[in-house]
Every structure is written in structure tokens, then in C-alpha cells.
């Protein structure tokens, strides 16, 4: 059965840092393809990052320079890595996997996947 676990989610102030993971049991790396987003107060579910094809990370432009996404698949964890955390970064942060064609490795496009965490939320005060 597949699951995904979020965790890492916390408060914190503007300039902070904050590293989320996503535990996934029942993932085959070789078949998915896993992301994480966002949905903060009011606004629509949307992507942050993911992994390519080809394995280079894809970012959504408001985490670009600030969050690293990487994998370890060995344990089967997908991280977060959030610096210079800002207000507008307040959301629950979602892990979500999906399987399907190359080009949709890495979208950013929640119709793109079929699985997701519950959740972990990260709220930074200013």
C-alpha cells in the first residue's frame, strides 16, 4: 500500500530555516516520481519542487535559490530544504508521488500525481 509521511513542518521567523521530509512506503523509484507543494491561507494547492528525468531538480520560481529538494532512495525519503524562510512561505507543505510518462518527472502540475502526504504545516511570523 502506498503512503506518504510528512514531517518537519514548524513554526518559525522570517530569515529561518526548515528541512521537511516525505517517508514513502510501497514507492518504487524506478515507476514514480515524487514532489512536494504547497497550499497556503486561501490559495490554490501549487508546486515547489521535483525531480526531472534525468534527476535535475525543477523549482517552482518563488523557491528558487532558497529551497533544496533532494532523495535519498535508499531510505525512501524525499526532503525539503528551506532557507530564508518568508511569511508568504506559510502553508501546509505536501509530499505527493505519481507514475506516468518521462516528461512528467518533476512537474509541477498537481494533476501529475496520483498519491499524496497529509501534510505538514510550516508558518513563519514576521
Known amino acids: 500500500q502506498f503512503q506518504l509521511v510528512e514531517s518537519g513542518g514548524d513554526s518559525v521567523q522570517t530569515g529561518g530555516s526548515l528541512r521537511l521530509s516525505c517517508h514513502a512506503s510501497?514507492?518504487?523509484?524506478?515507476?514514480?516520481?515524487m514532489g512536494w507543494f504547497r497550499q497556503g491561507p486561501g490559495k490554490e494547492r501549487e508546486g515547489v519542487a521535483g525531480?526531472?528525468?534525468?534527476?535535475?531538480?525543477r523549482y517552482a520560481d518563488s523557491g528558487k535559490g532558497r529551497f533544496t529538494i533532494s532523495q535519498d532512495n535508499a531510505e525512501n525519503t524525499l526532503y525539503l530544504q528551506m532557507n530564508s524562510l518568508k511569511p508568504e512561505d506559510t502553508a501546509m507543505y505536501y509530499c505527493?508521488?505519481?507514475?506516468?510518462?518521462?516528461?512528467?518527472?518533476?512537474?509541477?502540475?498537481?494533476?501529475?500525481?496520483?498519491?499524496w502526504g497529509q501534510g505538514t504545516q510550516v508558518t513563519v511570523s514576521s
Open positions: 505527493a508521488a505519481g507514475a506516468g510518462a518521462a516528461l512528467w518527472y518533476g512537474s509541477l502540475d498537481r494533476r501529475r500525481y496520483n498519491f
Open positions: 510501497g514507492y518504487d523509484n524506478k515507476k514514480n516520481y
Open positions: 525531480f526531472a528525468f534525468d534527476g535535475s531538480a
